[in-house]
């Protein structure tokens, strides 16, 4: 790998078949590609507690790394990264983590790949709101409720 800008995109062939050997010359193809993708975040509910993060980014070479971290900046513990190498040889990896609702305001999710010293992080801010939403029971009996007021109304108006 070449550590110039002109080059930071691109690499040299690992196989034979990359280069062409035609009337005594050797023709050398460097393979270069296009950017890297932004790391995009994805959130799910886990259960009533913890969010599951799922962080996806495409179009790296070599193999990148990803990391999470909180709001501190500090690396958080995540599950095991997912690579896979592309026809193209180019790598997309992605990254989950549960993280706790009400512990988090802010987490990146950094992919990164030291040898041609290239990173793209995200970030996603997360806010807990420690008001219950209603839950089906509450929303039943008020419904009842208001049923009944208004069964109550009509018949003490028209009966």
């Given at each position: 790998m070449h550590s110039s800008p002109l080059f930071e995109n691109c690499r040299m062939p690992r196989q034979k078949n990359d280069m062409l050997i035609k009337f005594g010359l050797t023709l050398l193809?460097?393979?270069?590609r296009g950017s890297v993708s932004d790391p995009v975040i994805d959130v799910a509910p886990k259960?009533?507690?913890e969010l599951l993060l799922q962080c996806k980014s495409e179009g790296w070479y070599p193999e990148p790394e990803v990391l999470w971290l909180?709001?501190?900046?500090?690396?958080?513990?995540?599950?095991?990264t997912e690579t896979v190498r592309g026809p193209d040889d180019l790598y997309?990896?992605?990254s989950r983590?549960?993280?706790?609702?009400r512990h988090g305001h802010r987490f990146t999710c950094r992919v990164q790949q030291n040898n041609i010293n290239?990173?793209?992080e995200t970030h996603i801010y997360i806010y807990y709101s420690t008001t219950d939403s209603p839950n089906?029971?509450?929303?039943i009996f008020r419904a009842l409720a208001f049923g009944s007021v208004c069964i109550v109304i009509f018949v003490w108006k028209w009966g």
């Open positions: 193809f460097i393979f270069c259960n009533s507690e909180d709001g501190e900046g500090n690396v958080l513990s995540a599950g095991r997309t990896v992605s983590v549960t993280v706790d609702k290239q990173s793209r089906a029971t509450s929303l």
